[in-house]
């Protein structure tokens, strides 16, 4: 892909993170870009390098056609949609509420599906675009702790793989991202977001519990630079289905694939710390 008169990339959760990197990237690049973000106040700096900034709660259809309106209304239409904003419910299963799992699909699948419907007709129209989603290697390989979140991104794989097969007709290409470890705030928050209720008998291992949800930031690759080589990637003339970038995220698919069930769940549960609950064993 290249950079279109009166086309412009359209990226979701820009106030942080990957988000914001990828705008600086694209923009970087020459390209036109329309950085969202639920709060104004965290896309200052793209503002001040010349980025296009509007609100956008990814989760509400007014915003999403607000924000589609003002670009028509400037004569420009979404050439590259990037659904990067996302949301991560760590825990255990049994502690996570039912509010939380709705939370986690509604940011995780249902928005990203909403906004691409709504951007897709202005692509057909065109006869060309792309739709990236930022997934996670997370939704190839679950975890312990992290099963709501894993199994939004799984489910936003298998979505990913339906668009980029229905679509390829309609002359759009549709890239799945799925990264490893990268440097940003949403590892922060989905530290400081774990749900434990008190009477949990996973409070034995509370320990593990917390390793998961910092599991993303440890030894991360920045932000800056899983931008740059997305975006590098992106450029090419057909761009590959499927990019892995960063810390792990060649790795984990590949256990996942050639390792026994029976060996990785036994890696994985001694990692977080679940063996400690086997019977028999201290509490």
Same mark, same amino acid.
């Given at each position: #892909? !290249?950079p279109?008169?009166?086309? @412009? ?7 942080? /993170? ?8 694209f ?12 709060? #104004?106040? !965290?896309?200052?700096?793209? &503002? ?12 509400? /259809?007014?915003?999403?056609? =607000? @924000?589609?309106? !003002?670009?028509?209304?400037? *004569? ?11 949301? *991560?419910?760590m825990?255990?299963?049994?502690? @996570?509420?039912?509010e939380?799992?709705? =939370? ?17 007709? /202005? #692509?057909?129209q065109?006869? =060309? ?5 930022i997934?996670?290697?997370?939704g190839?390989?679950? !975890? ?7 199994a939004?991104?799984?489910a ?7 668009? $980029? ?15 490893? *470890? ?18 949990s ?6 320990s593990?519990?917390?390793? $998961? ?6 030894? &991360?690759t ?17 761009p590959?289905?499927v ?6 995220? +060649? ?10 069930t ?9 990692r977080?710390?679940? +063996?400690?609950l086997?019977? *028999?064993k201290?509490r």
């Amino acid at each position: #892909m !290249t950079p279109q008169a009166n086309e @412009v990339v359209l990226i979701t959760g820009c106030g942080s /993170g990957i988000g914001k990197a990828l705008a600086l990237a694209f923009h970087r690049q020459g390209f036109s870009v329309c950085a969202t973000a639920r709060r #104004m106040d !965290t896309m200052k700096d793209l &503002a001040q390098e010349g980025i296009l900034t509007l609100a956008m709660d990814v989760t509400r /259809g007014e915003d999403i056609q =607000r @924000v589609l309106a !003002t670009l028509r209304s400037a *004569g420009a239409h979404v050439g590259v949609l990037v659904n990067n904003a996302g949301y *991560g419910a760590m825990g255990p299963l049994l502690d @996570v509420p039912s509010e939380e799992w709705q =939370r986690q699909f509604d940011v995780n699948l249902f928005a990203p599906m909403a906004l691409t419907r709504a951007v897709l007709p /202005g #692509m057909i129209q065109h006869q =060309r675009g792309a739709v990236v989603n930022i997934s996670s290697v997370s939704g190839v390989m679950t !975890t312990p702790f992290a099963g709501a979140y894993c199994a939004s991104k799984a489910a936003l794989n298998a979505a990913s793989d339906a668009l $980029r097969m229905e679509l390829r007709p309609l002359g759009i290409d549709v890239v799945t991202v799925q990264p490893g *470890g990268i440097r940003s705030s949403f590892g922060d928050r989905a530290a400081n977001q774990v749900n434990l209720a008190l009477e949990s008998p996973y409070q034995a291992v509370r320990s593990g519990v917390l390793a $998961r949800a910092n599991e993303s930031q440890e030894d &991360a690759t920045s932000a800056d630079v899983f931008a740059d080589e997305l975006v590098h990637q992106l450029k090419r003339e057909r761009p590959p289905a499927v990019i892995r970038i960063g810390k792990k995220s +060649t790795l984990l698919p590949l256990l996942k694939q050639v390792l026994p069930t029976a060996l990785l769940d036994r890696i994985l549960s001694k990692r977080f710390e679940l +063996t400690r609950l086997a019977p *028999g064993k201290a509490r």
